[in-house]
């Protein structure tokens, strides 16, 4: 097992470190405050290849490795979440389901701006009435000569205000169930889509989300993402793709909150000492390291075991639990320590704070996390 990075993505490490410490991180209370990205940082963001990481060399994009996916995500995951959501929603579950389940004609189609960043990524599953249960949702997909007519809606979904290309499921056989679900590619401009209002979220600012509206959207049988009824099962495969990218953003935001309370210990003084002096001071931060190390090693641990091809199904599972489990309490400590300042938004403990509870719903909430981890073990031990 080798978690060392060639030279060239440790370059590329060092590269992202430096535009998020020096051209990211200053504006991030701006893009809290206005709850958008500045052109000129998404720009850069294309010139650095980082909406290219997903995708393979021969369609434009930098074919990185999980190993070297993780690596990225965990510095960008050093800055404002709202931020690397949209970088990550777009290289992951907005983009993986075409390069693996995609013909050649539509990875030539799609792949190439995508990979650029022209066409930003997104998926399409989660509905009123479908959340954790998406074998639930009720959008239907009719065929019609050569095309499928959707009708249905879509909510909660990432990056659906600038998206182009969408990644959506739909029911093509109610009466298979889940086997009667069907992956497309919908493009933002197909007749009778409409993109609903952005919604005002608790945290993940600069990160738009919502409502998708299919009012006899029709759809080219080419589009069709993988084979009839196969939609459901790509949706958890794409989906447990990006569990590792997802923990190594967290990984990145728990590292940051260490370090900044760690810093502030050493230099805040109470009772004539620096707080760092405290016991329950020294505790907690002990408690924040040992879990970062920790989850430092799942994550490229799963990354690992992914790019061998292993069936890590489980594993995955086990790391977006801990992964975003721990960024919460890391970040829940991050406030305790540094007292009232963590508490106002003019510091970043308080936005931090915010972002992470998204992590324990989406993707995947905590309890979906721990039903498959079950449904694996019983497979496991029943064999």
Known sequence: MDFNLPEELVRMKETIREFVENEVEPHAMQIEEEDRVPDEILEKSKELGLFGLSIPEEYGG????????????????????????????????????????????????????????????????????????????????????????????????????????????????PSKGPKGITSFIVERDFKGFHVGSIEKKMGLHGSHTAQLYFEDME??????????????????????NGRAGLAARCLGSCQYLLDRSVRYALERVQFGKPIFEQQIIQHYLAEMALEVETLRWMTYRVAWMTDQGM??????????LYGSEVYNRVADKAVQIHGGIGYIADYPIERFYRDARITRI???????????????LKKEYTR
């Open 62 to 173: 930098m074919g990185l490795s999980m190993l070297g996916k993780c690596a990225i995500f965990e510095e960008l995951g050093k800055t404002i979440n709202g931020y690397t959501t949209i970088i990550g929603a777009h290289n992951g579950i907005g983009s993986v389901g075409i390069v693996q389940f995609g013909t050649e004609e539509q990875k030539q189609r799609y792949l190439p701006k995508m990979a650029t960043g022209e066409w930003i990524g997104a998926f399409a599953l989660t509905e009123p009435q479908a959340g954790s249960n998406a074998a639930a949702i009720k959008t239907t997909a009719v065929k019609k000569g050569d095309r499928y007519i959707l009708n249905g809606q879509k909510i909660y979904i990432t990056n659906a205000p600038y998206a182009h290309v969408f990644t959506v499921m739909a029911v093509t056989d």
């Open 311 to 320: 069936n890590v199904i489980k594993e995955a599972a086990m790391l977006k």
């Open 219 to 240: 759809v080219p049988e080419e589009n069709v993402l993988g084979q009839e009824g196969e939609g459901y099962v790509n949706a958890l495969k794409i989906l447990a």
């Open 362 to 376: 989406y993707e995947g909430t905590s309890e979906i996390q721990k039903n498959i981890i079950a449904a694996q």
